[in-house]
């Protein structure tokens, strides 16, 4: 989200099934959707964030011709006065379906995947202001199709999957701290998922499971350190885009059942 608008990018195609450079708007004053100028290059699974009214667009997988896709340390910063795109310092490592926050003027990405290593520990942190790369503690446990947010001055990395296998591991990590701190646990195991943050609050929504799309929702209170479970999805979804807005979610798009499945649905959800 860049101001008063919220911003979809990238993803497979529902026509083709193929990576898209697409990128479009939803103008929350207005309620439409527009199309934006698009990414230089096709990307999914990559890691999006806003700082400072700019879009920042991390890694992700891009398309080769020999094999299925290849993970990606590119960096890309949309400027929406402009309607352009323009290169960034490249990360430390490739990665995809991994979780992204920003955090005061520092970008952190964490966890997730690439060609080399299945399930990613490590943590990349870009400084705005110093405009170059540094490496965080790694996370505990390694995972990918994870979730992260920034939320009461800590990175929040939750969920995920290793090996198909999904896991509940919440961690959070304070700048400065030399390691990353184990929370009470997800109450249902997930990947593929979003997670956002509202006043005191952290909830999760959508994801996949064994049996299919996870219809579940549970927030977490900051304070207290317990979850509870909110009104369900009225439609299932996982590789969807999850916003906060004030005290309001929106689970945006995504995929009904697990594999390549698609969804125009956007749905919205009031955190009391």
Not at 77 to 92: K, L, Q
Not at 196 to 219: K, L, Q
Not at 226 to 233: C, D, G, V
Request: charged share 20%; net charge positive; aromatic share 8%.
């Amino acid at each position: 989200m860049v101001g008063d608008a919220v911003y979809v990018v990238g993803g497979f195609d529902a026509r083709t099934a193929a990576s898209t450079r697409k990128v479009e708007r939803l103008d929350l004053c207005t309620g439409r959707w527009s199309l934006v100028h698009p990414m230089s290059a096709a990307l999914n699974h990559m890691g999006v964030a806003s700082y400072g009214g700019s879009l920042y667009v991390l890694g992700g997988y891009r398309p080769r011709t020999d094999t299925n896709s290849e993970a990606t340390a590119r960096f890309w910063r949309y400027e929406p006065h402009t309607d352009r795109w323009s290169a960034m310092p490249s990360a430390p490592t490739p990665r995809a379906a991994f979780a992204i926050a920003v955090l005061g003027h520092r970008l952190y990405a964490a966890g997730g995947r690439n060609d080399s290593v299945l399930a990613l520990r490590t943590v990349d942190v870009f400084d705005f202001a110093r405009h170059r790369w540094s490496r965080a503690p790694s996370l505990e446990v390694g995972r990918e199709h994870v979730a992260g947010m920034a939320a009461a001055g800590a990175v929040y990395v939750l969920g995920g999957r290793v090996a198909g296998v999904n896991l509940a591991a919440v961690e959070r990590y304070v700048p400065g701290d030399d390691r990353w701190q184990e929370l009470p646990p997800l109450p249902l195991a997930r990947s593929g998922f979003g997670a956002a943050a509202t006043p005191g609050r952290i909830t999760v929504v959508g994801g996949e499971g064994p049996t299919g799309t996870i219809r579940e929702v549970d927030s977490l209170d900051l304070a207290s350190g317990a979850w509870r479970r909110l009104a369900p999805m009225g439609t299932p979804r996982h590789g969807l885009g999850v916003v906060s807005i004030g005290s309001v979610i929106l689970a945006i798009e995504g995929g009904p059942t697990p594999g390549l499945s698609y969804s125009r649905t956007v749905q919205r959800l009031l955190i009391r």
